[in-house]
């Protein structure tokens, strides 16, 4: 488990650029947080890790963003609109999760069942002191 401390927004997209610069083909990124916490900030620097040239924003409206413009399709799923993990299923989370590209995943938490055993999974909260500065937790499920 690694921690890290970000104060400002910036800095949390910088640390998701590092992510996705070293991320690999088939990984699965869970993304967990309260609302505005900055996992959509994260999933943006990540992107730009990825050489995604397309605007990262929150795909909380159609559940699913594809992004194939970087060096590794990026799947960037929210799941924040969700109910019941039948509706991840219906969306083809799984299959994503197995494909050639990187999953990102907001709100991952609603589909907890089908992330995959090596999730690497983030959690985001935001210091009740200060509000810009993000605690960022990473570990290995």
């Not at 104060?7 to 947080?33: H, M, N, P």
Request: proline share 3%; net charge negative; aromatic share 8%.
């Amino acid at each position: 488990m690694r921690e890290y401390r970000t104060a400002s927004e910036e800095e949390t997209q910088a640390l998701g650029k590092r992510f996705g610069e070293e991320a690999r083909a088939g990984e699965v990124y869970a993304l967990t947080g309260d609302l505005g916490a900055g996992k959509t900030v994260f999933a943006r620097g990540f992107a730009e890790g990825l050489g995604v040239g397309t605007r990262v924003t929150s795909p909380t409206f159609t559940l699913l963003q594809l992004h194939e413009d970087g060096r590794l399709p990026l799947y960037h799923f929210d799941l924040y609109r969700i109910e019941t993990v039948d509706e991840a299923i219906d969306i083809g989370c799984e299959e994503y999760f197995h494909g050639a590209g990187v999953s990102l995943v907001e709100w991952a938490e609603r589909a907890e069942e089908l992330l995959p055993a090596d999730t690497i999974r983030i959690r985001i909260t935001r210091d009740p002191a200060e509000d810009d500065v993000r605690s960022i937790v990473i570990s290995n499920a």
